[in-house]
């Protein structure tokens, strides 16, 4: 990175604009910013930060008081820096936050911070960026350094030059956390701290959920030894290891005994628990065995007890079933008929059909008689009448169809001609459409031409005053020029007078210390005279009238130093004449661009050319479109020529077509009109004609089943006649009577025999109960004693399986909860070992105990980065220092428990010993400050990607140093030079100002503001 140039303006001490150019000292490589105590040599600096990076490192903590007091209200403010990096000139302009007044209206109103970053292309200075949050974006990617690692790397300000040398080990860290960005390890450190923690809660967490096991365990297994009375089974088995238990939770070492011990004593206790789940359950089989005996016992008796009951019953029923012998052979009896008069059903069925249908057949052939009369089909009683008039109608009928497919031909042709028409019509419309449109056209081309004709001179009259408005406008912008200008001529004018005057003066002072020295030439001889020595103009050893002078002598110091003041106004004069000619010959030039016009008679004549451009383009834009409005209607009418021929072929056509039409309907017409007869249509004819066969037909079909149905009658009556003379029965109404529908037959013979087998099975049934209880009383046992007994067997039965439940429900969460224990235990342990890991580490890197040095992670790595800086410092402190002095990075534990690791110290070749930094003089001080300053910047430049710096500035200390000191530290500056890189030093020391010819000086005027001077040039521009 290299600084080019540097603009202040109505910053710090500076009113009006001044300009550093930094090209100017390349070819020196070291240049001295040097002016008296208060006059803004620091503010020089204070710009170059401002302007790359908003901010200065004075007012850090403070109240930013970047905008100069000397300037008013409507003064401005800014700060333009330009510099090359990444291989391009690039120039940032920044102006802070400021009052002004208001635009509109009285008071004032605050103006924001402002900044753009612009880029040099070869057509000019591009802009990249106008806001400030975008301009410190890209200015980073650019520059590559911080704030802070500039203030360290190029600009040594004042007042932290030596701070990182005497700084303590805090103060130390945090700079160079800032400079090289380690703040990561901190984190590192913290979040591994973090896990440490969290594994020590997940370790007590995991303890105290272990323990809470073991205290719910042991108190289970406690309340259930207390619950239960310990018998001489227990004494033999288990008695023993419970009393030891118990008098052990009780004792006072219960509190302190580890997470094994209980855990074994947790384990014996559910083994404990487990042979007592396995003799109860002995004692419920035991209560099982006792119940099976007495539901045996029960089953037993209930089966005596049911047979005795079943025989009670069973003599009841024979007895019932006896009785009821008479109403069943009655049923049996109706049964017989039923099954004699069921041989004769489907003669008598048959008999009741043929009967049923004659009468239907009979009220059919009226019906249909008198539907065929009501067609107009009458004197159809024989048989033979019906069949010829029925081959008459089809005769009819197929003469009909034939016509009815001309009717349908008829009724096409009709509307295709009624289309045909509509043809010839529509043809004749758009011919006549055509023929008005092109009647027309004539007289609206001649109204066209005419109107274009008008505006043919409109594009070469928009063209003079296109030409016209921008000469014009090149006029105002040089009477705009010339009116700038000659406040500068005017400005110039006054300068030149005033150095003019200046040089009159000077010379009247000069011209009268010669007239005054010419004057006193002869007092100053006779001062010289010695008495009895030679006289230096006439030889005489005697004086005897030596003159007398009439004021104080002229030395030749006050002429030569008059003459020098005289030769300096010459050079002013020379130069504010030269400035006052071309300020003049601008002047002049641009009045001459501007062709001696006013700007406000410029403007006016700008709006009027403006006006007459206006309307001249606006009758170009109507030219245009007439132009074109006249070639559309020249394609329109020569389109409507092809159209019209093209309707013409169109409407012959037509009207041919529709003539054939016209003839072909008429034959059809009367073809059809014969077909219809006296109907409507052909096809209300031929319905009519089907309708009347149809009714002819139905007679004829309703006759042949009249005839067929009395036939039939006929038939069954004989039949049934025959059948029932074979039968019993002597009536036809006896048979009707005996006849049964199948279910009521049905249900007649499933009475009788259901009552048949029924008293078969009870007299069966009743025989076997009495073989099987023989010997049996007829009254039914009692069932009440076998049934306590089976009671009571079952209450023993569920006491002996609630117990056994209950000991197998503790012995099951016993044995649970030591397995939960011993996993828990695991856990404790393998968390133990994780947590300890973690723990020691985290101490170490957090600067704790084992770490013997109390260096956290962060201040390892920057130990490292410092022994490097150290390094690159000592190649320079000791050649300043002439081998007395190497800075030293110490490790050592500070006093009362303070960080350390990153301490500093001085070893002095002279005694061998080390001393701290603070015990140097300030000439020692501000070399070491400078060597550490120089020996950070190259490591930091060297961090930051190996970015080259071709610029470095240092703010003061030079003069607590002695001459012979002096000269090794500008010596050591002097190598900086090398590789193109500039130099800039502030001090006061008058020595350095004669060793550095370059200069810039800041000098404070009288009224106050300050102004800058570059050599013997000041480049301070006029506001």
């Known amino acids: 990175m290299k600084l080019h140039r540097l603009e202040l303006e109505g910053f710090g001490p500076f009113l009006e604009r001044q300009v550093v150019d930094f090209d100017a000292f390349a070819d020196d490589g070291i240049f001295l910013i040097a002016g008296r105590t208060g006059a803004g040599k620091s503010s020089v600096l204070d710009g170059v930060c401002y302007g790359l990076y908003g901010g200065v490192p004075r007012y850090d903590g403070a109240e930013r008081r970047l905008r100069s007091d000397h300037c008013g209200l409507d003064d401005p403010t800014s700060v333009t820096v330009e510099f090359s990096a990444e291989g391009r000139r690039w120039r940032v302009t920044r102006s802070p936050e400021y009052e002004r007044p208001k635009r509109n209206g009285a008071g004032t109103t605050k103006e924001p911070h402002r900044a753009a970053l612009e880029v040099l292309e070869p057509e000019g200075w591009t802009g990249v960026a106008a806001r400030p949050v975008d301009v410190a974006a890209h200015l980073d990617e650019i520059l590559g350094l911080t704030q802070q690692q500039f203030l360290q790397v190029i600009l040594l300000a004042q007042n932290r030059f030596a701070r990182f040398l005497l700084a303590k080990n805090d103060e130390r860290q945090a700079l160079l956390r800032t400079l090289f960005g380690t703040r990561s390890f901190e984190q ?361 002078g009439a004021g104080e002598p002229v030395t030749d110091a006050e002429v030569s130093a008059a003459e020098d003041r005289k030769n300096a106004a010459t050079e002013l004069d020379r130069l504010a004449s030269d400035a006052s000619r071309l300020a003049r010959d601008a002047h002049a030039l641009a009045a001459a661009r501007a062709g001696g016009e006013s700007v406000t008679a410029l403007r006016e004549r700008h709006d009027l050319i403006g006006e007459t451009l206006a309307r001249a383009e606006a009758d170009v834009a109507e030219f245009d479109r007439l132009a074109a409005a006249r070639a559309e209607l020249l394609d329109r009418e020569k389109a409507d020529s092809v159209e019209s021929e093209r309707w013409a072929h169109e409407l012959a056509a037509a009207r041919q077509d529709l003539a054939l039409h016209l003839q072909r309907a008429e034959a059809l017409r009367a073809a059809v009109e014969d077909a219809r007869g006296t109907f409507d249509s052909v096809r209300a004819r031929r319905r009519d004609l089907r309708a009347r066969r149809d009714a002819v037909r139905a007679v004829i079909a309703a006759r042949i089943e009249h005839e067929t149905r009395t036939r039939a009658a006929a038939d069954a009556r004989a039949t049934f006649d025959g059948l029932r003379g074979e039968s019993a029965f002597a009536h036809e109404d006896d048979v009707r009577t005996a006849l049964r529908d199948p279910a009521a037959r049905r249900r007649l013979e499933s009475a009788v025999g259901e009552h048949e087998a029924a008293l078969a099975a009870v007299r069966r049934r009743l025989l076997e109960l009495e073989l099987v209880l023989v010997g049996a009383p007829d009254e039914p046992i009692d069932l009440a004693p076998a049934a306590a007994a089976v009671r009571d067997a079952r209450s023993a039965v569920e006491s002996a399986a609630a117990a056994h439940a209950a000991a197998s429900a503790v012995a099951t969460r016993a044995r649970d909860l030591a397995q939960r224990v011993d996993a828990g235990s695991s856990s404790v342990a393998r968390l133990s070992e994780a947590h300890a890991v973690v723990a020691r580490l985290a101490d170490t890197m957090a600067g704790r105990a084992p770490n013997t040095r109390r260096m956290t992670l962060e201040t390892f790595v920057l130990a490292a980065e410092l022994e490097e800086i150290v390094d690159a410092a000592n190649l320079r402190l000791d050649h300043m220092s002439a081998g007395r002095y190497r800075l030293q990075h110490t490790d050592a534990l500070a006093a009362r428990g303070a960080a350390s690791g990153l301490g500093l110290e001085i070893m002095d070749a002279f005694t061998g010993q080390c001393r701290p930094p603070q015990s140097l003089s300030g000439g020692e001080t501000f070399l070491a400050s400078l060597a550490l300053a120089l020996g950070l910047a190259e490591v930091v430049t060297a961090r930051a990607g190996g970015i080259r710096l071709d610029t470095l500035f240092i703010d003061e200390g030079f003069g607590s140093l002695d001459d012979e000191t002096l000269d090794l530290a500008m010596r050591t500056l002097d190598e900086l030079r090398q590789g193109g890189r500039t130099v800039g030093v502030i001090s006061h020391v008058a020595s350095m100002k004669d060793q550095l010819p370059a200069q810039v000086r800041v000098t404070a005027t009288p009224r106050g503001p300050s102004v800058i001077h570059q050599d013997s040039a000041t480049v301070a521009a006029p506001a």
């Open 188 to 548: 590192y450190a913290t979040a591994l701290d973090d896990r440490r923690k969290r594994a020590a809660e997940r370790l007590a967490a995991e303890g105290t959920e272990v323990s809470t096991l073991l205290d719910e365990a042991e108190r289970m297994v406690a309340e259930t030894d207390a619950a239960r009375e310990v018998g001489p089974e227990a004494d033999a088995v288990g008695g023993s290891d419970v009393r030891e238990d118990a008098a052990e939770s009780e004792g006072p070492g219960h509190a302190t005994r580890t997470i094994d011990e209980r855990l074994a004593r947790l384990i014996r206790a559910v083994e404990r628990l487990q042979y007592r789940v396995e003799a109860a359950a002995h004692e419920r089989e035991a209560a099982k065995g006792a119940l099976d005996a007495a539901l045996a016992a029960e089953r037993e008796a209930a089966s005596m007890h049911e047979r005795q009951v079943e025989r009670q019953t069973a003599r009841q029923h024979l007895s019932a079933l006896e009785s009821d012998a008479d109403r069943v052979a009655v049923l049996r009896a109706e049964s017989a008929a039923a099954a004699a008069a069921e041989v004769l059903r489907a003669s008598v069925d048959a008999l009741d059909r043929t009967r049923r249908a004659v009468e239907p057949a009979r009220a059919a052939v009226d019906a249909a008689v008198r539907a065929a009369a009501d067609l107009g089909e009458v004197g159809l009683d024989a048989a033979a009448d019906l069949t010829i008039r029925d081959d008459e109608l089809t005769t009819v009928i197929a003469r009909v169809d034939e016509a009815l497919a001309l009717e349908d031909e008829w009724a096409a042709i009709e509307a295709d001609v009624a289309r045909r028409r509509a043809d010839v019509e529509r043809a004749e419309r758009s011919a006549d459409e055509v023929r008005t449109r092109r009647d027309g056209v004539p007289a609206a081309l001649a109204g066209l031409d005419q109107r274009i004709a008008a505006l043919t001179d409109a594009a070469s009259r928009r063209d003079v005053a296109a030409a016209e408005r921008t000469e014009v406008a090149r006029r105002i912008d040089a009477a705009l020029d010339a009116e700038k200008l000659a406040e500068e001529r005017d400005i110039a004018d006054l300068a030149a007078l005033v150095r003019a005057d200046e040089l009159r003066l000077a010379v009247e002072a000069w011209s009268s210390l010669l007239r005054r020295r010419l004057a006193g030439a002869a007092a100053e001889l006779a001062h010289a005279l010695v008495d009895g020595e030679p006289c230096a103009v006439c030889g005489s050893r005697e004086h005897p009238a030596p003159a007398v």
